[in-house]
């Protein structure tokens, strides 16, 4: 009895273990391996477009600040949240109003491989953007000397740009070769790039939409509004001659360090009511033993009874903000200061220098902790407000001083 019970208990395992492989076939039956639609569920799951943009606007612009020439550019870059599905993308391009736009469209590796090809060709296009510089700055020069001086440059330069392109080797010459030919072989631009460039017709707000439409056919929509600004001249960095007081460091390579720094009337600007008010020159006469000057071999030196003065006019761009910076350098045999000054164009003496009306902004450094002749960087930040000019005095007091390696540049 006991071993019939066995035998029918085995048999209804075997049933069991049958129904149950029967229902698993019948259960694997019903999935499908096509993501992202599992088994019998719906695929609830579109995609949900978004993009990523960078402008890339280039313009140029003749002396008086006119644009010749602007490319209103933006990269664009499409994604979603679909990392799986397949998916489909169409741009749209829509002025203010909503009127459809047909814009230029650029394709994304064109800006790619003009770099690449920049680069094989380094010191070529070096030696270019300094031919495009000069041709820019000789007729907005007004001064006959420095056009001179400019046009025998621009003439070596143009000399040294066909040495420079007759050397380059045969290798160089292929790269570029190869470059240029993958550029004639770009695809055209479309709206439904994932990446594209797009120029716009110039300075505006414009609609870019983005439709995204996965494998199952299921799409979003997203769209911004992209504002495209007046392209701008870059602001010139002015010029400060003699900055580090050096022989010969005039445009025309001559000057004795401190041409430039010389008071338009000594009666008038002495803060000892007359005399001589040009600064001295200190010069290392050993270079490269103790300790250097911030830059060349001389410096401004101002005598300790306060009688010298730098003074300098340069040309700036109203409205825009600079950053002056100096070194100075002190005896420690006795207190003393050395003043700083951004004035304004219309001080015309050293009274109107110390009103405060006038004073653009200044900085004052001292002595004090310092150590003897040792030389120490300064700033100084300014706003040109609405002037065209402004000038750069120093005067020190009570102990003999020293400044050197001027620089300034454009804050941005």
């Known amino acids: 009895m006991a071993t019939k019970n066995k035998r029918i ?54 002396c008086e600040d006119n644009e010749l020439s602007a490319n209103y550019q933006f990269n664009f870059q499409a994604g979603s949240n679909l990392a ?21 469209l650029i394709n994304k590796d064109l800006p790619i491989l003009k770099l690449l090809i ?26 006959p000397a420095r056009v001179v001086v400019m046009e025998a440059e621009l003439a070596t330069l143009e000399q040294a740009l066909i040495d420079a392109q007759n050397a380059l080797s045969d290798e160089v010459l292929q790269n ?105 020159i200190n010069t290392d006469t050993s270079p490269g033993v103790g300790a250097d000057l911030p830059d060349g071999v001389q410096a401004a030196k101002f005598p300790p009874d306060g009688a010298r003065v730098a003074y300098q006019e340069i040309e700036v761009t109203p409205g825009a903000e600079y950053v002056l910076t100096y070194f100075s350098a002190f005896e420690e045999d006795a207190p003393g200061q050395m003043k700083v000054s951004i004035l304004s164009p219309n001080t015309s003496n050293f009274a109107e220098a110390q009103l405060e009306e006038n004073i653009i902004a200044f900085r004052v450094d001292t002595n004090a902790g310092r150590v003897d002749n040792v030389f120490q960087q300064h ?14 005095f120093a005067n020190n007091s009570g102990v003999e001083a020293r400044l050197d390696a001027f620089n300034i540049i454009v804050r941005q």
């Open 9 to 62: 208990m085995k048999t209804n395992m075997s049933r069991l273990r049958l129904f149950s492989l029967a229902v698993l076939l019948t259960l694997c039956a019903c999935v499908s391996d096509d993501l992202a639609d599992v088994g019998d569920l719906e695929d609830i799951t579109g995609p949900t477009p978004f993009y990523n943009f960078s402008e890339i606007t280039s313009a140029e612009f003749d």
């Open 84 to 104: 799986v599905n397949g998916t489909k993308y169409l741009w749209s391009v829509t002025d203010s109003n909503g009127s459809s736009l047909n814009v230029p």
């Open 118 to 143: 920049d680069a094989e060709l380094t010191d070529v296009r070096a030696i270019e953007e300094d031919i495009a510089d000069l041709e820019f700055k000789i007729p907005c020069e007004d001064d």
């Open 176 to 280: 570029v070769a190869d470059l240029e030919a993958q550029i004639l072989a770009l695809v055209p631009a479309t709206l439904e790039d994932q990446e594209l460039i797009i120029e716009f017709p110039g300075p505006g707000t414009y609609n870019v939409g983005l439709t995204v439409t996965d494998n199952l056919g299921k799409s979003d929509v997203t769209e911004r509004t992209i504002t495209v600004n007046q392209a701008v001249p870059t602001i010139p960095v002015p010029e400060i001659a003699e900055a580090s007081f050096e022989d010969n460091s005039l445009f025309d390579g001559t000057g004795d360090g401190r041409d430039s720094w010389r008071v338009p009337s000594n009666s008038a600007w002495s803060p000892l009511g007359g005399g001589t008010t040009v600064i001295q």
């Open 379 to 392: 700033s100084i930040t300014f706003e040109a407000g609405e002037n065209e000019s402004v000038i750069i």
